[in-house]
């Protein structure tokens, strides 16, 4: 089925260094979505990115999306312990081929540890 | 206070017994999923549901089984046809089939 890819699957970063992680799709997105899983826990919504060229910021926390709205980026800048867990994105894809039937499709995540 | 609840947290359950996870929602939305999550492994739909009675396979269905008699309810049977039952399920709602989820705080399943 169509994927979201996600790279990469891992990332560890000294506390203070900055992250990025990033997520492609071969088909444009009519939206892309980050979501943040702290380790135990449960996915919890971070920011939708509807506009071609796009860019939120969360305080520390970077989001753009793609000109072609086929990629997308999370950049934190100077992380902090705070900041681990695995970041995931989700964007619409078609369920079905020749159909219109969408559905969130998420990435593997990218794994994000701090060294204190 | 609005949510996802699932029930239970942790679940022991032995080889061969089918296994119900609860998830309701009082949200009132009309969509809502299931993940199975595998350590360091992302997000696989087992099924997912957009309107009371109805819902739609998704893409690791085989061993599971679901039911929406209710819009605030999406009970998952694990049973004893699914050959690697024991994982992380997390339940999730949203007010369409492509906006913005939310999650519950999950159930985790370990199958002796």
Redesign the interface.
């Known amino acids: 089925?169509q994927q979201v890819m996600q790279i990469p699957q891992y990332q560890h970063v000294q506390e203070g260094e900055d992250f990025t992680t990033y997520c492609n799709s071969s088909t444009t997105l009519?939206?892309i979505?980050w979501?943040k899983q702290r380790p135990g826990?449960?996915?919890?919504?971070l920011i939708?990115l509807v506009k071609s060229g796009e860019v939120k910021k969360q305080k520390r926390l970077t989001f753009q999306f793609g000109e072609a709205k086929k990629n997308s980026s999370l950049h934190i800048t100077a992380t902090q312990t705070t900041d681990v867990g695995t970041y995931?994105c989700?964007g619409?894809k078609i369920?079905n081929s020749g159909g219109s039937?969408?559905?969130?499709t998420?990435?593997?995540?990218t794994?994000l540890t701090v060294n204190p | 206070d609005g949510g996802i609840t699932q029930s239970p947290k942790y679940l022991f359950r032995k080889e061969g017994q089918n296994v119900t996870l609860s998830c309701e929602q009082n949200l009132n939305h009309d969509a809502m999923y299931w993940y199975r999550q595998d350590p360091g492994q992302g997000l696989r739909l087992i099924y997912y549901s957009q309107i009371v009675n109805d819902f739609q396979k998704g893409d690791i269905a085989e061993g599971y089984s679901v039911s929406r008699e209710k819009k605030e309810s999406f009970p998952l049977t694990v049973t004893s046809a699914q050959k690697n039952p024991t994982a992380f399920y997390l339940c999730a709602s949203s007010w369409d089939r492509v906006g913005e989820q939310f999650f519950g705080p999950g159930t985790r399943l370990t199958v002796l």
């Not at chain 1, 826990?41 to 919504?45: I, L």
């Open positions: 089925g009519s939206n979505q979501y826990g449960h996915p919890v919504f939708q995931f989700a619409p369920q039937n969408y559905k969130l998420f990435g593997k995540g794994l």
